[in-house]
């Protein structure tokens, strides 16, 4: 697997294409979060969109995994919590195309981000996880994250568990 920041450019048809396709895939996940009007009729723009969005925040990186040439997953990670409290590293986004999962790309695509912050010298990662989103729960626990906290996001008001893992030398 192969881990690119998303280019600064606009995104261009093929590009946003792709991401349009692993967005509409994980329908299941965006019945969850309601982060889209209808989760299984997502289009370019609103993708698009929800990228501008994320590329706005201050310290944001949007990772794409790329695998056999294929777009795969996507990770979009904050370097700085908007709370200057929390001195963590966050992923506020990983997700893995619905029809390859259960076959090890999200353990390897969190392992790859987790070490892009090693490599930065950050000690511990932290994320949220939508409360009625079980599976996510079982993944990233499976993974080694510990529950930090119960509170709602930021943006929507949704209640969370916020976990945490020490970043040691793997």
Known sequence: MILDPLPAAPLGDPLLAELTALYASNHAFHTLSGDFPDPHDIHPDQVAAALAEER???GTEILLARS????IGIAVTLAHHPDPADPDPWIGL????ASLHGQGHGRRLAALVEDRFRAADRTAVRLAVLANNQKAMAFWTALGYEVLDHREDRGMGRPCTV???ELTTP
């Open 94 to 97: 990983l997700m893995v195309d």
């Open 68 to 71: 056999f040439g294929r777009l």
């Open 56 to 58: 706005e925040q201050s």
């Open 163 to 165: 976990l945490r893992k």
